[in-house]
């Protein structure tokens, strides 16, 4: 089992995060306990200084799933930002629980839908919300 990346969280995201997880039962959300413990590890630092290369809430991302070689560039967001469109990705979907707070160039292997471990490997940052100078977004 390769060793987990460190990641780097923002205090905001992490506190909505947080406050999302508190209210929504692991029945719901089988991946809840799992993306604690990512937030758990996470070294969190305020908006202003999380570095640009590093996947946060609402960035775009392309990525890579090692095992299909399949490639996707999809925008981070909370639940309550899913509006059906494809170029969307809940931070609850495994994938999404698995970017947060990765750089360029990590990959983590995460529990995949229907359990089966699946390597997502972060390609590029298109676009975060913090290096464009949105701190409180």
């Not at 095992?67 to 609850?92: H, N, Q, W």
């Not at 940052?125 to 977004?137: C, K, M, S, V």
């Amino acid at each position: 089992m390769a060793r987990k990346p460190q990641i780097i969280l923002s205090s905001l995201d992490v506190d909505r995060i947080e406050a999302l997880l508190a209210a929504i039962p692991a029945s719901v959300f089988p991946g809840k306990a799992d993306l604690q413990a990512e937030i758990d590890r996470a070294d969190v630092v305020t908006p202003e200084d999380i570095p640009p290369h590093v996947v946060t809430m609402n960035s775009t991302v392309q990525f890579a799933i090692e095992e299909t070689g399949k490639e996707f560039c999809l925008t981070l967001v909370y639940p309550r930002d899913m509006d059906g469109s494809a170029d969307r990705l809940s931070i609850f979907a495994p994938v999404g629980s698995a970017l947060l707070g990765l750089a360029v160039g990590d990959a983590l292997v995460w529990p995949g839908p229907g359990g089966k471990p699946m390597t997502v490997r972060v390609k590029a940052i298109l676009y975060q919300p913090e290096a464009a100078g949105e701190l409180h977004r």
